[in-house]
């Protein structure tokens, strides 16, 4: 007989183990694991200025948990991952202590989910957002008024750290209104309109955070300049400044034959983009390239788009950017937390490359096993006319993984950190699935022995 959801010894089991495997590469590293974007977060409380693509939100969450060393951090993540995932697992009607440390279990040894738990940055909060508004908007009466604010609460946080979160959530409630019409027993009106004004709160708490430190009433910038980066690595701005570099004076003219070849050489090596004087010297160009080559060139942006898209969601490798060459994150925490110096220096992650090229030789076909199993429920209950909380969460998941691909891709380019991030989210889906099958053919059995 299977222990009940009250059994002491698995409750506990389950409060206390998970978190702490959730975070054990930062307790076998030494220290929070820090990655490239890292410093750039940690910099918005000093510097009190916005630059692009670092959300002052999560600045701001960095900085909460300083004197802690970041463990504050770290256990904020690893205890909402918990909740998250305890709290799906219960409106499915699948909540065991025991199915709940299996499954978590089962995602720390084969996914991304304990490295991005682990890792000072936002990308944790993506796929429990994706998680917490699907539970809001279709679960709302199966949780407590106290759960459905600190789901709200939450999701708006999530959305707040990264704009490609916000964008992500945005086409889920959107596509949620889309199919309300026909979807009526399934998806009430006030559910949508909690997700949706998720975003709202989450765009207040961005632009209040960007005023308060910057005295700016601004969104986070850099929308243009990293658009730019992914043209560039697709040809189309060498092609724009080859056809109006003789008519117009642009400061990427005299340049335009050393352009380095990736958007990652551009913007953050030694490049042609420092000497021009970065965002700030180069935005306003940047900006009109990037619209005048949308009008000019519409089927060579759609080709590149239709490609990133598809890159993007096969490259869904772990750790990108969690390595010992993160310069730029030692030097802020050198020069504005020096009492952070000592233990970051000591971490393992300083002194030694971690192997992420064996992990992912396990997590990625883990990955794009669990992505294809995923779209295959949704497709096969599709067929089947079959419309369950099951087939909704797979759909809501797949529309996730289309979404963040295309934000992804298309304005940043294909990179592993993006795809993994999400993809942890498609095996919880594909463990879900198999717990209901083996608990309904559970059910059968007890029901023809009785």
Known sequence: MHARVTDPAWVWMSAVAIPLLLVLPALWNGYPLLQYDTGGYLARWYESYLVPSRST???LYLHFGEDSSFWINLGVQALATLWILQLTLRVFGLLRPWRLTAISLALILTTALPWLAS???TDIFTGLSVLALFILVVHGERISGVEKCSLFAFTAFAGATHSATLAVLLGLCCAGWIARPFLRERIAVSGLLQGSLTLVAGSAMLLSANFGLSGQLAWTPGGYGVAFGRMLQDGIVK????????QQKLKLCPHRHELPATADEFLWGSSVFDDLGRFKGLDDEMGLIVRRS???????????????T???LVHVGTGEGTNGLVGHTYGIIERFIPSQIKPMRAAYQQHHDIDFPAINRLHVPVALASMLAVVAIFASAVWRRRLDDLTLLAATVTLALLGNAFVCGVISGPHDRYGARLAWVASFVALIALARYFTRNDESHTSLAA
């Open 57 to 59: 939100v999560f600045g």
């Open 310 to 312: 598809a890159q993007q």
């Open 239 to 246: 092609r724009y400044l080859d056809d109006h570099c003789p």
């Open 119 to 121: 890792t000072l940055l």
């Open 294 to 308: 949308l009008v000019e060139y519409p089927l060579r942006q759609a080709g590149a788009a239709i490609v990133a």
